[in-house]
Nanobody, 115 residues
C-alpha cells in the first residue's frame, strides 16, 4: 500500500509560480507512475502531468510549457512546478500513484490564483 500527502498549495497572483510537493510512504518501491491531477469547481478531475518509471513525462496540452513534473526517489517525493499561473488554474491539485497494489490518491492541496 502507498500513502500520498500533498503540500505547497496556497494563494498566488496571476503570472506567479508555485511548486507542489507530494511525499509517499508505505510500499514506495512499487510505484511505477506518478501523476498530478486537478479539479476545479464544477468540473471533473483532469490529468495535468505524469511521470513514468522509464523517465518519460507527459503533460496536458493546456499546461505544456508551463508545468514540469519531477521526482526525487531518495526523498520519495514528486514535484509539480507551474509557472505563469492563470486564474483558471485555480483548483484542488491531487497527487496520484500507480503501483503493484493499484492506484492511490492524496487528499489534495488547494491552489488559488488571483487576478
Amino acid at each position: 500500500q502507498v500513502q500520498l500527502v500533498e503540500s505547497g498549495g496556497g494563494l498566488v497572483q496571476a503570472g506567479g509560480s508555485l511548486r507542489l510537493s507530494c511525499v509517499a510512504s508505505g510500499s514506495i518501491f512499487s510505484i511505477v507512475t506518478w501523476g498530478w491531477y486537478r479539479q476545479s469547481p464544477g468540473k471533473q478531475r483532469e490529468l495535468v502531468a505524469t511521470d513514468y518509471i522509464n523517465g518519460v513525462n507527459n503533460y496536458a496540452g493546456s499546461v505544456k510549457g508551463r508545468v514540469t513534473i519531477s521526482r526525487d526517489n531518495a526523498k520519495s517525493r514528486v514535484y509539480r512546478q507551474m509557472n505563469s499561473l492563470k486564474p483558471d488554474n485555480t483548483a484542488v491539485y491531487y497527487c496520484h500513484s500507480v503501483s503493484v497494489f493499484g492506484g492511490e490518491w492524496g487528499r489534495g492541496t488547494q491552489v488559488t490564483v488571483s487576478s
